[in-house]
């Protein structure tokens, strides 16, 4: 069964502060996304990563940095956090180029 | 560019009752591929059904799509909807060309289903 976990679960963050959630992944997929949800818009991918090493932006990633440090942890940094971040965050993993993705539990983040 | 667009934001069927989701897209692409995912209150995505064959049925949990290239669409059906079935549910196509891949989400169709 595929393993994605995610922290914190929520955060409160201020405007202008730094941000980090974390993402570990217990599948050996070379491949992981960190996706954010908003009714409306659905699953919008923001960054994703072939293996370590590797960050590539996706399709909103204005305001977001990625870091890939290890095959099993993606973070998606949020160096100056706005109101407009405010949202849930997934961080998913997939074995081959966007096949089947496993999702994590998410994390609610809202910045104040 | 490529889309998925699902017709549905809120989608409320009683108990015993047949569902549709509908899903259609727009692709360039000449390689790909469909899911439905379902998202469960307070829980992760995860995949429901998957198909990349044109005009074959795939199920799953009593839910069941076929992709049709003629009409670019990929609908999820029951027959008979469940309680338990109230979730998120959203429609992704993956294309891929020449090396190159990506995954597009539709904006996801909320199904309430009512006693």
């Known amino acids: 069964e595929a393993a994605v976990t995610q922290s914190p679960r929520n955060k409160v963050a201020v405007t202008g502060g730094k941000v980090t959630l974390s993402c570990n992944q217990t599948?050996?997929?070379?491949?992981m996304y960190w996706y954010r949800q908003d009714t409306g818009h659905g699953l919008r991918l923001i960054h994703y990563?072939?293996?370590?090493?590797?960050?590539e932006k996706g399709d909103i990633p204005d305001g977001y940095k990625a870091s890939r440090p290890s095959q099993e942890n993606f973070s998606l940094i949020l160096e100056l956090a706005t109101p407009s971040q405010t949202s849930v965050y997934f961080c998913?993993?997939?074995?081959?180029?966007?096949?089947?993705?496993?999702f994590g539990s998410g994390t609610r983040l809202t910045v104040l | 560019g490529d889309s998925v667009t699902q017709t549905e934001g809120l989608v409320t069927v009683t108990e015993g009752l047949p569902v549709k989701l509908n899903c259609t897209y727009q692709?360039?692409?000449?390689?790909?591929?469909f899911f439905w995912y379902v998202q469960y209150l307070n829980e992760a995505p995860q995949v429901l059904l998957r198909?990349?064959?044109?005009?074959k049925r795939t199920e799953h949990q009593g839910f069941h799509a076929t992709l049709h290239k003629s009409s670019s669409s990929f609908h999820l059906q029951k027959s008979s909807a469940q309680l338990s079935d109230s979730a998120l549910y959203y429609c992704?196509?993956?294309?891929?060309?020449?090396?190159?891949?990506?995954?597009?989400f539709g904006e996801g169709t909320k199904l309430t289903v009512s006693s």
């Open positions: 992704a196509l993956r294309s891929y060309q020449g090396g190159s891949a990506k995954l597009i």
């Open positions: 692709t360039t692409y000449l390689t790909i591929a």
């Open positions: 198909s990349s064959t044109d005009n």
């Open positions: 599948n050996n997929h070379n491949n």
């Open positions: 990563s072939y293996g370590a090493g590797s960050t």
């Open positions: 998913a993993s997939g074995l081959r180029d966007w096949e089947t993705l496993y």
